[in-house]
């Protein structure tokens, strides 16, 4: 246990269903990371937040895709009109800002779109 | 980002140290080599970082010769739990994304 926490850690859908996940970082970290990864794959970077602020995004961010950070804590991540390329298991990794520093990864959430 | 080269999939047995290599013929001056670990249906796991010469803590070693242009990460006695993915990252010590490759999946046999 990383200490970092998602929720769910398995969501079933239809195409065309929206879809929301958690991610609850160790407390004291400023940064918060989503990345995705597919079967046989490495995770790719989606998007970061130092506190609430989003600071990247990446292309494979899709307009149908959007998450936050309100309170600089937790953080949400919504799929919107699911597809079945979305299948793939979600992850979030957080870290304390200022110089290297590991990335702790949750145990992630894996999306199955039918 | 300097792009790396690691083997696909290793094979090893209970009790025998693992070396994997990963090539990383442009890396950068001030670039770091860093290493992660995941296991099935996990999270990757930060294993260990050098920029040059050898770097050890309780997991690993990693060994890296003058050039920089490549690294080896040794698992000493390795187990069956130590199945896994490891992948060989190199990129600015910063606080940012991580780019990973496909990794090196190794599969430890009895």
């Known amino acids: 246990d990383t200490g970092v926490s998602q929720d769910p850690r398995h969501k079933i859908t239809k195409r065309g269903q929206n879809v929301t996940f958690r991610c609850d970082p160790i407390s004291e970290h400023n940064r918060l990371y989503w990345y995705r990864q597919t079967l046989g794959q490495g995770p790719e970077f989606l998007t970061y937040?130092?506190?609430?602020?989003?600071?990247?995004k990446s292309r494979l961010l899709s307009d149908r895709f959007s998450a936050e950070r309100p309170k600089g804590s937790f953080s949400t991540l919504e799929i919107q009109r699911t597809e079945q390329g979305d299948s793939a298991m979600y992850l979030c990794?957080?870290?304390?800002?200022?110089?290297?520093?590991?990335?702790?990864f949750g145990p992630g959430t894996r999306l199955t779109v039918l | 980002l300097a792009k790396t080269t690691q083997p696909i999939s290793m094979d090893s047995y209970e009790g025998q140290e693992v070396n994997i290599t990963c090539s990383h013929n442009n890396i950068a001056t001030n670039d770091y080599i860093t290493w992660y670990q995941q296991f099935p249906s996990q999270g990757p796991r930060f294993i260990i970082q050098?920029?040059?010469t050898k770097v050890t803590n309780e997991v690993a070693s990693l060994f890296i010769p003058a050039d920089r242009k490549s690294s080896t990460l040794s698992l000493p006695r390795v187990s069956l739990s130590d199945t896994a993915v490891y992948y060989c990252?190199?990129?600015?010590?910063?606080?940012?994304?991580?780019?990973f490759g496909k990794g090196t999946r190794l599969h430890i046999l009895p």
């Open positions: 050098g920029y040059k």
């Open positions: 990794a957080s870290s304390l800002a200022g110089g290297y520093n590991e990335q702790f």
């Open positions: 937040f130092q506190n609430e602020a989003q600071l990247e």
């Open positions: 990252l190199v990129d600015k010590n910063r606080d940012d994304k991580i780019i």
